[in-house]
C-alpha cells in the first residue's frame, strides 16, 4: 500500500488541508517534523481513520480526532488516495457532528464512508457504508486494523509493547496479530475426531458381537460347520423329490391317454347329433329359398320403375328451361326499343354537357382573382397590425430607458454603502484567527495535562498493585521457606527413628547416636512451587507495567514543559470571543457578496440602458416603413375590385354559382353514362338468350327419347317376373333386414352341415376307452409337496446362513477399518494437543516458530544499530506459558542476559524498533506475501544520541527495496540534516499546514 495524497477538513489541528505525497514515493527514506502538537502523528491518525474508521492509540474516538475549533455543523472528512500494485484507490470518510436545532430536537452524530477504484480494475463496485469499506480494506490490504499499526504504522509509544509486554501479553498479542486460533480449532477438531472414531470402533465390534450370538456361532469356522450340514441334508432331499417326480409324470402319462379317448368318443356323439337335427329342418331351409328369388326379380322392377320416375322429371325441368328462355328473348328486344337508350339521344346529351364545362371554366377563372383579391386585404390587415404592436413596443421601451437611468443611480448609492462596511474586514480576520489560534493552544494543552493525569492515576493504581504483588510474593516465599524446613526435620526424625545403638549411621557412619532427632510436635502446610512462581511473575510483570508507565509519564511531562507554562486563559470568554468575530466575519462575507451582485446589476443595467438607446432610432425607422407598405396595399385592393366584369357579383357569390353548375354537369354525365351502360348490358344478354334457344331444344328432345327407352325397360321387366302392375312390385320386396336374415340362416345351415362332416370324417371310427387311475396320482402329488415343502425349508436355512456369513465378514472388516482409523486419529491427536514426545501443543509450536522468527529478524536489525552490542533472544523455560519470555545479551557485560525492561530510554527505542520491523517482515510473509510499499516510524529518536540516530537511519535506508517509502515522523532538529527529503508541519492562524522540500527545494502545499 502505497498513499498518494490525503485531504483533511477540521481533523486534528488541521482545518482544510490537502497533502501530495506523491513526490516523496522515489525518494526513499522522508522525514515529517514540526513542533510539539503541531500534528505529525495526526496526518498517521488520518490514514487510518480513513481507511479503518479508527485512529492509532489512545487517539482511537471520533472526538479526540475532530477540529475543536470546527463550526459545530461542519463535518469532519478525511481522504486518501492510495495504490496497490497498478491498481489505485480513493476511500473517503466523514463525521457529521451531533445538532441540536432551535427546537431542540437533536440529530445524531452519523458517519458515512465510501471506496471506489480510480484506475487498474474496471470491474471493481464502488462500496458505501462504514463497515462495509473497512472490511473491503480489509481484503483488499489482506491487514486488519491491528495489523496495519504495526506493518505500515509504528505509532508513537506503542510499538514497544511487544518488547515490554509480560510473555502472556505477548503470546496473546501474538496470537491476535498470527490469528493462531485456527490452530487450537484444528486441535478440537482432532479431539472430536479421536473421540468418534473411538465410539465408532466401540459400535462395530458390538455389532460383530451380537451377529455371532444371534447365529449361535462361536466364530466363522463354526458356522461355515453348520453351513455343510445343511447343505448335505439338502442334496439328500432333492435326490427324493426327483424319484417322487418320476413316478407322478408316469401315472399322470397314463391317465392323460385314457381321457383323451374319451374325449373324441363325445365328439362323434355330439357331430352325429347335430345332422340328424339340421336334416329335420330341410323343409323349412327350401321356403327361405324360394322368397328369396323372388325378391330378387321385385328389386330388379322397383329399380327400372324408380329410373323412369326420374327420366320424368327431367323432362319437365327441360321444357321448363326452353320456355323461360323464349320469353326472355322477347323481353329484350321490347327493352332495345325505348327511345331513350337511341344514339340520337346521347348526341343532345354530349352537346350539353359541352356547353356547361365551358361555363363552369370562366367561372373558375374569376373565382381565382377573388381569392387573390382576399388574401391582399388579410394581407394588408396583419401588415397594419404589426404596426399598431411595434408602435406599443416602443412606448414600452422608451418607459424602460427611463427606469433603467433612476436605477443605475440607486445601484452607485448601495455600492458605497457596501464598500465603507468592508473597509474592516482584514483587521477583524486577523484578530479572529489569533483568537482561534490561541483556543485550540489552550485546547490541546488541556487534551495533554488530562492525559498525563490520567497516567499518574495509572502509575499509581500500578504501584499499588505491585505493592500488593510483592507483599503476596514474600508471604509466599516465606511460607515455602518454612515448608522446606518443616520437611527436612521430618526427613531427620524418619533417619531417627531407623538409628540402631552400635549400628553405623547411614548418613556420617558413625556409630555412636548422643542425640537423635526428635519431632517438635508443629507441622507447616506445604506452598506449590507453581503457586510460588507464578506470584514471583506478577510481581515483575507490576513492577514492567510500573516502569514503562514511568517513561510515558516523563515523555508527557517533558513535551509539556517544552511548551512553558502558557497564559492563563478563560476558556468560555475566548470561546464568545471567537464566536462573535465568526459571526462578524459571517455578515461580512454576506455583505461582500451583496456588494458583488450589486455590481454586477450595475454593470446589467447600464447594458441594457446603452441598447435600449442604441436601437430606438432603427425601430422607429421600420414602423414608418410597415406603414408605408400598408397604404400601398390597400390601393392596390381598391383598384382590384374594379376589375370584376360582372357586377353586383361578390367572390363568394361566385363560388356558390360554381358549385351549382359543377353539381349540374356531374349529373348529366353520369345519366349519359348509365344509359349507355344499359343500352350494351340488354344488348348482351338478347344475343345471349338468342343463342341458347337452340341448345335447350336439342337437351328436351334428348330428354323425352330417355323416357321413351325407360317405359318399355319396365314394361318387360314385369312381364318375365310375372308380376301384373306396379303396385305388386312393392308387395313382392322384402325389407333389408328379412332379406339378411334369410340369406344368413341358409348360409349358417350349410356350414354348420359342412363342419359337422369334416369333423366326423377326421374323428374315424369309435375307439374302446380304459379307467382313470386318480387315486395313485394324488398320492404321489401329495408325496411331491411335502418334499418341496421340506426342500424350501432347507434353502431357506441355507440361505439365511449365507447372508449371515456376508454380514458377518462385513462386520468383522468394519471392526478392523474402524480400529485402523481410531489408532491413526488417535496418534495426530496426541501429537497436535501436546501428548506426543515433544509435549507441545500445536498452536503454540506455531506461535513460537513464529515468534523466532520474529526475534530473530529483530535481533539481526538491533545488533547492526547498536554496532553488535545487543543481541535479542527467546528464554527456552520448560515451564508452559514461560516460552515467551524475552531477554538481551549484552556483549559489553560478557553476554550476560537482561531484561528487556533494564535497558535505557534509547536502547529501547531501538529495541522496539527493531522489534516492530522483524515483526512485519514476518507477518508480510504470514499474510500471503503482501507488498507493504511504505512503513511510517512516529517519534522515539529524541532518546538516542548522535551515533545511535544514524546507525537507525541506515537500517531504515537497507530496508527491502519494496518498501521504497519509509516515514520517520519526529520533532528532533539533527534530523533534518540528515534526511533531504522532507515534509514540514507548520502552524498557522487558520490551523496546520504543511509545507514539502525535496533536495532543498521547498514550495506551499
Same mark, same amino acid.
Given at each position: ?58 487517539? /482511537? ?25 497498478? *491498481? ?5 470518510? /466523514? ?5 441540536? +436545532? !432551535?427546537?431542540?430536537? #437533536? ?52 510499538? *514497544? ?8 501479553? @505477548? ?61 448335505? %441334508? ?16 408316469? =401315472? ?56 323412369? %320416375?326420374?327420366?320424368?322429371? +327431367? ?38 354537357? %359541352?356547353?356547361?364545362?365551358? %361555363? ?22 396583419? @401588415? ?135 519431632? +517438635? ?39 509539556? @514543559? ?27 462575507? @454576506? ?8 455590481? !454586477? ?76 351502360? !344499359? ?151 496426541? =501429537? ?5 514426545? /515433544?509435549? =507441545? ?30 543481541? &535479542?533472544? *527467546? ?28 535497558? +535505557? ?11 516492530? &520491523? ?18 511510517? #516510524? ?68
Amino acid at each position: 500500500m502505497r498513499p498518494h495524497s490525503l485531504k483533511l477538513q477540521h481533523f486534528g489541528p488541521y482545518a482544510q488541508h490537502s497533502i501530495d505525497l506523491e513526490p516523496f514515493h522515489d525518494a526513499g527514506l522522508f522525514l515529517v517534523h514540526g513542533d510539539t502538537g503541531s500534528g505529525k502523528s495526526t496526518l498517521l491518525d488520518a490514514m487510518s481513520w480513513a481507511l479503518y474508521g479508527k485512529g492509532l492509540g489512545d487517539r /482511537s474516538s471520533d472526538e479526540m480526532l475532530r477540529n475543536v475549533a470546527a463550526p459545530a455543523d461542519a463535518p469532519t472528512e478525511v481522504t486518501l488516495d492510495f495504490s496497490l500494485c497498478d *491498481r489505485r484507490y480513493r476511500v473517503a470518510r /466523514s463525521l457529521e457532528p451531533e445538532r441540536v +436545532s !432551535r427546537k431542540g430536537t #437533536v440529530t445524531r452524530a452519523r458517519t458515512t464512508a465510501s471506496l471506489q477504484c480510480l484506475s487498474g480494475d474496471p470491474q471493481f463496485q464502488p462500496v458505501g457504508g462504514p463497515k462495509d469499506v473497512s472490511r473491503e480494506i480489509v481484503r483488499l490490504l489482506h491487514l486488519p486494523h491491528e495489523q496495519f499499526s504495526r506493518v505500515i504504522v509504528l505509532p508513537q509509544g506503542e510499538f *514497544r509493547d511487544l518488547l515490554l509486554a509480560p510473555a502472556e501479553r @505477548r503470546e496473546r498479542l501474538l496470537e491476535h496479530l498470527f490469528g493462531t486460533a485456527r490452530y487450537a480449532f484444528i486441535e478440537d477438531q482432532l479431539r472430536a475426531m479421536d473421540a468418534s472414531a473411538r465410539a465408532e470402533f466401540d459400535k462395530t465390534d458390538g455389532v460383530l458381537r451380537a451377529l455371532l450370538d444371534g447365529v449361535g456361532a462361536a466364530d466363522l469356522d463354526d458356522l461355515d460347520a453348520k453351513t455343510a450340514d445343511s447343505q448335505q %441334508r439338502l442334496a439328500e432331499t432333492e435326490r427324493a423329490i426327483a424319484d417322487t417326480r418320476a413316478s407322478l409324470e408316469s =401315472v399322470v402319462a397314463a391317465n392323460a391317454v385314457a381321457a383323451e379317448v374319451e374325449r373324441r368318443n363325445a365328439q362323434r356323439r355330439v357331430h352325429r347329433a347335430a345332422l340328424d337335427e339340421l336334416a329335420a329342418q330341410s323343409e323349412s331351409a327350401a321356403l327361405s329359398a324360394a322368397r328369396l328369388a323372388r325378391d330378387e326379380t321385385a328389386s330388379r322392377c322397383l329399380e327400372r320403375l324408380t329410373r323412369l %320416375r326420374s327420366l320424368e322429371a +327431367s323432362l319437365a325441368e327441360r321444357r321448363e328451361q326452353y320456355e323461360r328462355a323464349a320469353s326472355e328473348h322477347q323481353r329484350l328486344s321490347v327493352a332495345l326499343a325505348d327511345p331513350a337508350l337511341a344514339p340520337s339521344h346521347f348526341e343532345v346529351a354530349e352537346a350539353a354537357i %359541352r356547353t356547361a364545362t365551358a %361555363r363552369a371554366a370562366a367561372l373558375r377563372a374569376m373565382q381565382d382573382e377573388a381569392e387573390r383579391l382576399l388574401g391582399l386585404e388579410r394581407e394588408a390587415a396583419d @401588415r397594419a397590425a404589426e404596426a399598431d404592436r411595434m408602435q406599443s413596443a416602443l412606448a414600452a421601451r422608451e418607459q424602460a430607458l427611463a427606469d433603467a437611468t433612476l436605477s443605475l443611480a440607486g445601484l452607485d448609492a448601495a455600492i458605497a454603502a457596501h464598500e465603507a462596511a468592508l473597509a474592516d474586514e482584514a483587521s477583524l480576520r486577523a484578530r479572529v484567527d489569533n483568537l482561534s489560534a490561541r483556543q485550540q493552544r489552550a485546547l490541546e494543552r488541556r487534551s495533554r495535562e488530562d492525559s498525563l493525569r490520567g497516567l499518574q492515576r495509572a502509575r499509581r493504581d500500578a504501584l499499588a498493585s505491585e505493592r500488593d504483588a510483592e507483599e503476596g510474593w514474600r508471604e509466599l516465599a516465606a511460607k515455602h521457606a518454612l515448608a522446606e524446613a518443616s520437611t527436612r526435620e521430618a526427613q531427620a526424625v524418619r533417619l531417627a527413628a531407623t538409628l540402631v545403638p552400635g549400628e553405623a549411621c547411614p548418613v556420617c557412619g558413625s556409630s555412636d547416636h548422643p542425640s537423635p532427632r526428635v519431632a +517438635s510436635g508443629s507441622s507447616v502446610e506445604a506452598v506449590d512451587a507453581e503457586a510460588l512462581a507464578r506470584s514471583a511473575a506478577a510481581h515483575s510483570r507490576a513492577q514492567r507495567e510500573a516502569f514503562a508507565l514511568q517513561i510515558r509519564i516523563e515523555e508527557a511531562e517533558a513535551a509539556l @514543559r517544552s511548551e512553558g507554562e502558557g497564559e492563563a486563559i478563560d476558556e468560555e470568554a475566548l470561546a464568545r470571543e471567537v464566536k462573535s468575530g465568526k459571526d462578524a466575519l459571517a455578515a461580512l462575507r @454576506r455583505r461582500r457578496l451583496d456588494l458583488e451582485a450589486a455590481r !454586477r446589476s450595475r454593470v446589467g443595467a447600464a447594458a441594457t440602458a446603452d441598447l435600449q438607446r442604441v436601437s430606438l432610432g432603427p425601430d422607429q425607422s421600420a414602423l414608418a416603413g410597415v406603414r408605408a407598405r400598408v397604404a400601398a396595399m390597400e390601393e392596390d385592393i381598391a383598384q382590384r375590385r374594379q376589375g370584376f366584369t360582372e357586377p353586383g357579383m361578390s367572390p363568394s357569390a361566385m363560388g356558390a354559382a360554381l358549385r351549382a353548375l359543377e353539381a349540374d354537369l356531374a349529373g348529366q354525365q353520369a345519366s349519359l353514362r348509365s344509359a349507355r351502360a !344499359r343500352r350494351e348490358e340488354l344488348a348482351r344478354a338478347a344475343a345471349a338468350a338468342e343463342g341458347s334457344l337452340p341448345t335447350l331444344r336439342a337437351e328436351l328432345g334428348r330428354a323425352e327419347a330417355l323416357h321413351e327407352e325407360g317405359r318399355s325397360a319396365l314394361s318387360q321387366a314385369m312381364r318375365d317376373g310375372g308380376i301384373p302392375d306396379e303396385a305388386a312390385i312393392a308387395q313382392a320386396v322384402l325389407g333389408p333386414a328379412e332379406r339378411q336374415r334369410l340369406r344368413e340362416a341358409l348360409e349358417s345351415r350349410a356350414r354348420a352341415e359342412a363342419a359337422h362332416r369334416e369333423a366326423l370324417s377326421s374323428l374315424g371310427p369309435d375307439e374302446p376307452s380304459s379307467p382313470v387311475q386318480l387315486g395313485a396320482e394324488a398320492e404321489q402329488r401329495s408325496r411331491l409337496e411335502a418334499l418341496q415343502r421340506e426342500l424350501g425349508v432347507a434353502q431357506s436355512s441355507l440361505s439365511a446362513m449365507g447372508h449371515q456369513r456376508r454380514a458377518l465378514v462385513s462386520a468383522a472388516e468394519a471392526r478392523r477399518a474402524a480400529e485402523a482409523r481410531s489408532q491413526r486419529v488417535r496418534r495426530v491427536s496426541e =501429537v497436535a494437543n501436546g501428548k506426543g514426545p /515433544s509435549k =507441545v501443543r500445536l498452536s503454540r509450536y506455531v506461535l513460537l516458530d513464529l515468534f523466532d522468527r520474529v526475534v530473530a529478524s529483530a535481533s539481526t536489525g538491533l545488533e547492526a544499530m547498536s554496532d553488535g552490542r545487543f543481541r &535479542l533472544r *527467546r528464554q527456552e523455560r520448560a515451564q508452559t506459558g514461560r516460552e515467551f519470555d524475552l531477554v538481551v545479551d549484552d556483549s559489553y557485560v560478557g553476554g550476560v542476559a537482561r531484561p528487556a525492561a533494564s535497558l +535505557s530510554g534509547g536502547e529501547v527505542f531501538l529495541a522496539s524498533l527493531a522489534m516492530a &520491523l522483524g515483526l512485519g517482515e514476518v507477518l508480510q510473509a504470514w499474510a500471503g506475501g503482501i507488498r507493504v510499499e511504505s512503513l511510517f #516510524v512516529d517519534e522515539g529518536f529524541g532518546a538516542l544520541d548522535e551515533d545511535t540516530v544514524e546507525r537507525a537511519i541506515e537500517l531504515l535506508e537497507r530496508l527491502p527495496q519494496h518498501a521504497r517509502m519509509v516515514g520517520v515522523v519526529s520533532h528532533v532538529p539533527e534530523l533534518r540534516k540528515r534526511i533531504p527529503a522532507r515534509l514540514e508541519v507548520l502552524r498557522g492562524d487558520q490551523g496546520s499546514f504543511t509545507r514539502c522540500s525535496l533536495r532543498h527545494r521547498g514550495a506551499d502545499r
